[in-house]
């Protein structure tokens, strides 16, 4: 729970910058239009900012995904303090503990070879699953 909480403290503040970008870049002119078409602000959300909104919530969905799996420096802190490492055991802890603890560089350049290969299948997954449905405004 409290890596969560380090987390969430840690990264809020910056896809909220993203996303309050991401909204800023929508054209006013599309709200004004869907005002006078007799659109209500619910309607707005759902039909225009929502949907205007996939290509910043792709790139927060992709950089959160990465930084899930890269993660290192709070379980890090949090077992060098004594916290038991087993709830915390995260891939790159355990990279960090073949090489350096156990003194196996190769296997731990061996996961992190797949470590590298697995990010980048996600990241390609997430993509492609993305691209279904492209959404434009002219």
Known sequence: MSTIIVYFWKYVGYFTV??????????????????????????????????????????????????????????????????????IDVITLSIYNTAIKDHNIGRASAMSVLLFLVMLILTWLQLKIARTEDVTYN
């Open 18 to 87: 993203v996303f309050v970008a991401g909204i800023g870049g929508i054209p006013d002119y599309l709200h004004e239009a869907a005002l006078i078409d007799g659109a209500n602000s619910w309607q707005d959300f759902w039909h225009i900012t929502f949907p205007l909104l996939k290509p910043t919530t792709l790139l927060v969905s992709v950089m959160v995904m990465l930084q899930c799996l890269k993660t290192f420096s709070t379980q890090y802190l949090f077992s060098t303090s004594g916290a038991p490492t087993r709830p």
